[in-house]
């Protein structure tokens, strides 16, 4: 929940993404690191901002509809969009 969520420093900058989300910035580096949704409680972290092993294991996957061909995906359900409320 995002009231378990405790952010040091001053570098995070919010940046309103959509009429229904934002997303949280690093105003040093440019990073994304956060996604959070306006009424929601609950706020995403990107995995790939977490240093060190995680445990985290991918069990699902959305947008794959709209992949690269470049792209060879992992053998696990998709989400579509409108699932994700």
């Not at 580096?29 to 959070?36: E, I």
Request: aromatic fraction near 10%.
């Amino acid at each position: 929940m995002t009231s378990d969520l405790n952010i040091n420093g001053d570098s995070l900058v919010w940046f309103k993404s959509s009429l229904t989300a934002e997303r949280g910035f690093c105003s040093t580096c440019g990073s994304n690191l956060f996604w959070s949704e306006f009424e929601s409680n609950k706020t995403s972290i990107w995995a790939g901002t977490i240093d060190g092993p995680t445990g985290l294991k991918m069990t699902n996957q959305i947008h794959s509809e709209s992949k690269g061909d470049y792209y060879e995906l992992p053998d696990i359900p998709t989400i579509e969009q409108t699932q994700l409320r």
